[in-house]
T-cell receptor, first 118, second 109 residues
Framework: GAVVSQHPSRVICKSGTSVKIECRSL??????MFWYRQFPKKSLMLMAT?????????EQGVEKDKFLINHASLTLSTLTVTSAHPEDSSFYIC??????????????FGPGTRLTVL | LAKTTQPISMDSYEGQEVNITCSHN???????ITWYQQFPSQGPRFIIQ???TKVTNEVASLFIPADRKSSTLSLPRVSLSDTAVYYC??????????FGKGTRLHILP
C-alpha cells in the first residue's frame, strides 16, 4: 500500500514551453502533497507544500508564478513548470502523507520526473 | 524543524554491519526520527522510523538514546545493492520534511 506515482517519468522540452508533471496517490488519500527538486549529487530541496482545495505554500526563493501547483483532488497534485529554461532542468519528486492511517509521520515518495530543457 | 547532521560519506565492505549516526540536538518532544534511502534517479524510499529506544524491521535497526539527540541506523550484512544515499530526518506529525545532505554510503566488494 501507500504508493505514489508520477507522470511522466522523464520529459524533454524546448526552452520557453510549459511542462506539467502529475503526482498521484494510488491507494490512499493525500490531503497534503509536497514537491521537491533535486540537482545532480545534491539533496532534495523542498519547493512547495500542496494542500487539497487550497493554494500551495511555496518555500522561500521558489517562484510561484513559474512553478504552478494545483491540488484539485485528494489523489492528484500537478506541478507545471511555465516557460521552462535550461536552468529548470532537474529531477522533480513529489511526496504525500496518508493522514487517515496511523502512519501520518511518514511521507511516501514518487519515483521522480527527470526534466530536461533544451 | 530540527536540523540533522550526519557524515557526508562512508565506505564499507560487503557482509559488514554498517552504522550511520545522525545528530539532532534540537529535536522536539513530538518529533519522530525517520531514515530514507535513495538510489540515483529514484525517489527516496522509507527505511525505518522511531521515537525512542530501539526499532527493528526486516531491513534495518534504529537505535535512539534516552536523550534522543542522536540516532544510529544499523544495516546488517550490507551488500553492493545497499550503495545509496541515506537521509536522517526529524519530523513532527504535520511538519514538512526538510532534507539534509545525507550520507553517501559506498559498499565495496
Amino acid at each position: 500500500g501507500a504508493v505514489v506515482s508520477q507522470h511522466p517519468s522523464r520529459v524533454i522540452c524546448k526552452s520557453g514551453t510549459s511542462v506539467k508533471i502529475e503526482c498521484r496517490s494510488l491507494d490512499f488519500q493525500a490531503t497534503t502533497m509536497f514537491w521537491y527538486r533535486q540537482f545532480p549529487k545534491k539533496s532534495l530541496m523542498l519547493m512547495a507544500t500542496s494542500n487539497e482545495g487550497s493554494k500551495a505554500t511555496y518555500e522561500q526563493g521558489v517562484e510561484k508564478d513559474k512553478f504552478l501547483i494545483n491540488h484539485a483532488s485528494l489523489t492528484l497534485s500537478t506541478l507545471t513548470v511555465t516557460s521552462a529554461h535550461p536552468e529548470d532542468s532537474s529531477f522533480y519528486i513529489c511526496s504525500a502523507r496518508d493522514l487517515a492511517s496511523g502512519r501520518s509521520y511518514e511521507q511516501f515518495f514518487g519515483p521522480g520526473t527527470r526534466l530536461t530543457v533544451l | 524543524l530540527a536540523k540533522t547532521t550526519q557524515p557526508i560519506s562512508m565506505d564499507s565492505y560487503e557482509g559488514q554491519e554498517v552504522n550511520i549516526t545522525c545528530s539532532h540536538n534540537n529535536i522536539a518532544t513530538n518529533d519522530y526520527i525517520t531514515w530514507y534511502q535513495q538510489f540515483p534517479s529514484q525517489g527516496p524510499r522509507f527505511i525505518i522510523q522511531g521515537y525512542k529506544t530501539k526499532v527493528t524491521n526486516e531491513v534495518a535497526s534504529l537505535f535512539i538514546p534516552a536523550d534522543r539527540k542522536s540516532s544510529t541506523l544499523s544495516l546488517p550484512r550490507v551488500s553492493l545493492s545497499d550503495t545509496a544515499v541515506y537521509y536522517c530526518l526529524v519530523t513532527g506529525r504535520d511538519d514538512k520534511i526538510i532534507f539534509g545532505k545525507g550520507t553517501r554510503l559506498h559498499i565495496l566488494p
